[in-house]
């Protein structure tokens, strides 16, 4: 039963502290997108990956997050320093081909505290 | 933002109703998607329509797509408990290869 995993499910941390998720993508799947979702905003491309090479990032608040994909099972999203206004839940969610071709296979998602 | 907008934000129905979602954006598509989100989980697929296609079936859904007034519908029928969840469009730009940009969701409530 092919998935996208998460780790952690539910983090909960002190503000100025480094978080980092995991995200292993379906094997075979070459594209690799993190979301963040609240209830304010919805859902929001933060980044995606093809290849394990970054296309668009600019979702992302620079000076805080960085995505990497070190291999092609491996995909992270980390926050340092963290804030609360980071709280929310994460998503990774992961494809084959194109990115605007196909279906979005998604994580159950990473839930981000910060207090 | 160029994301697509669910309509209603909410809807509350009685088993065994139809239940009608609607999806309005603003540029031209590639294609458009419908996701479902239970409670505390990862959005799932439902149903994908090309800019092409004019309606699509799927089981007990049934999705329209209008681009002339860059609009959509997704129709669930005969709705259950089960189908308790959030409904999410998502729309694929035509212009360059750009990823599926969300809406904010209708939550959907099916009462027994």
């Known amino acids: 039963d092919a998935r996208v995993t998460q780790t952690p499910r539910d983090k909960v941390t002190e503000m100025g502290q480094e978080v980092t998720m995991r995200c292993q993508p379906i094997?075979?799947?070459?594209?690799v997108f993190w979301y963040r979702q609240t209830m304010m905003q919805g859902l929001e491309l933060l980044a995606y990956?093809?290849?394990?090479?970054?296309?668009?990032d600019s979702g992302m608040p620079k000076d805080r997050f960085s995505a990497e994909m070190p291999d092609a099972t491996l995909a992270t999203l980390k926050i340092q320093p963290s804030e609360p206004r980071d709280s929310a839940v994460y998503f990774c969610?992961?494809?084959?081909?194109?990115?605007?071709?196909?279906?979005?296979?998604f994580g159950e998602g990473s839930r981000l505290t910060v207090l | 933002s160029q994301q697509g907008e669910e309509d209603p934000q909410a809807l509350s129905i009685q088993e065994g109703e139809n239940a009608t979602m609607n999806c309005s954006y603003k540029?031209?598509?590639?294609?458009l998607q419908w996701y479902r989100q239970n409670s505390g989980r990862g959005l799932v697929h439902l149903i994908l329509?090309?800019?092409?296609?004019r309606e699509k079936h799927s089981g007990r859904l049934r999705v329209t797509l209008d681009t002339s007034k860059k609009s959509s519908s997704l129709l669930i029928t005969a709705s259950r408990a089960a189908d308790t969840a959030s409904y999410f469009c998502?729309?694929?730009?035509?212009?360059?290869?750009?990823?599926?940009?969300f809406g904010k969701g209708t939550r959907l409530s099916v009462i027994a």
């Open positions: 969610a992961s494809a084959s081909g194109q990115a605007n071709t196909g279906e979005l296979f």
């Open positions: 094997l075979g799947h070459n594209t």
């Open positions: 990956f093809r290849n394990r090479a970054p296309l668009d």
């Open positions: 540029t031209s598509i590639n294609n």
């Open positions: 329509i090309r800019s092409n296609e």
């Open positions: 998502a729309t694929v730009w035509n212009s360059g290869n750009t990823p599926l940009v």
